[in-house]
């Protein structure tokens, strides 16, 4: 590398993840630049695509000096940006086809059935705007039901019945267009291939109903050469819906692990990814020893980069980083102070809106820092909010707040996370009388 700092531009830029960044081993060679704010781009109630890709246009060509590289840590729009804007600066990265194929749930289905069929569930596309969208559907119950480009299992709902479904259908009509409207600007940018017909991102997937030991291996390709630097297990909570912890290392069995990174490599070199990062999330069915894939995210996840740091001694952002320089990140492993860590997701369950009444004030979070170092608390729910306005939840909860926690061993880890829950009060109360949603 040579001596002058490499500019390296984030896209969907803010001081919390900065701070993974700047910890990163070298990371005084490098000098990171905000491309567009997390909060310009990211959870937004209008997504202007071709505005926002202005935008950073005209920051990158405004720039006094090299653009090196553009890395992006979050989903929607920030991944098929990137690619775009990658492709028009002649930076490594992705194409934006091979992003949509990850992205685009039904593409990449049939992207996955054509390499690996034995871990592809059933799947078929429905139109819910269609009246007859039921009489359409291929599949038998129990099935999960999702739009065709989503996140954090926005409007995803396990569908048990023609009660169910028909009630899924209704919200996700009055909902779906606020991401599948901007998505289909991305995909007027590709050519399109004739299987897809006119599934686009105003549709959604029906999926056979799967379930089991769910993780996620994390990795990239790279020059054409695949790499994995670990797997995280993604541990759902007592509802069997909704997620409470993103735990690493995995605790699946290295068989599993290894079957797992076998099969994503097949389907990434199918899709033609390369120059960039992903994780790919699987079910392990241990009973009848079967994987099945549930998507390709094609990006690092921000969500495990606190548990990366914790065990390994370094955040996955020293892959991003390097990945999107063209040099070969230095990921060591099981060089942190921990063995085991997870980023938690404390929810309260309920389909009902209410008013956050009580939160967590300065003095509790205070003594739990100093009871706790290495655990870091984000508030989500603010106190005089209605639940309804945090940003993109599922259908069964709502995430009051993230906790990162770390052990020497997984007890000590599980028995902090319940210790510091004690210092995290939440109360609601209803909807004023007139107001209920």
Known sequence: MDQRQKNIFVLGYDERHAQDLVKIPDADAFCFHPLLRTDEIIHQQNFYIDDKLEEARNVLRGFDGTVDAIICHWDFPAMPMAAILCAEFDLLSPSLEAVLKCSHKYWSRLEQQAVVPEATPGFCAVDPFDENALDKITLNYPFWIKPIKGYGSTLGFRINNTRDLHHALEIIKQKIRRIGDPFNTFLEKVNLPPELGNVDGNYLIAENFVNGWEFAPEGYVQHGEFHVHGVVDMVRDKNHKSFLRYEY?????????????????????????????????????????ALWIIEI?????????????????????????????????????????????????????????????????????????????????????????????????????????????????????????????????????????????
């Open 249 to 289: 290392p995995s605790q699946a069995p290295r068989r599993i692990q290894d079957r797992a990174i076998e099969m994503a490599e097949k389907v990434l070199r199918q899709i033609g990814f390369d120059n960039g990062c992903f994780n790919m999330e699987f079910f392990w069915d241990e009973d009848k020893d």
């Open 297 to 437: 995210n094609p990006r690092i996840s921000q969500s495990h980069s606190y548990q990366f740091e914790m065990v390994d001694g370094m955040s996955n952002h020293e892959v991003a980083v390097h990945v999107a320089l063209g040099d070969t990140p230095q990921f060591q492993h099981r060089a942190g102070p921990y063995k085991h860590a997870a980023k938690f997701l404390l929810r309260h369950y309920t389909q009902q809106d209410a008013v956050v009444v009580l939160t967590p004030d300065a003095d509790q979070l205070l003594r739990l820092a100093e009871s706790q170092p290495d655990t870091e608390v984000v508030v989500k729910a603010q106190q005089g909010m209605r639940l309804s306005q945090l940003p993109d939840q599922d259908p069964y909860s709502y995430v009051l707040a993230e906790v990162n926690v770390a052990g020497k061993t997984q007890h000590e880890m599980l028995q902090r996370y319940r210790q510091a829950i004690k210092e995290l009060p939440f109360e609601f109360s209803p909807l004023p009388a007139g107001e209920e949603t």
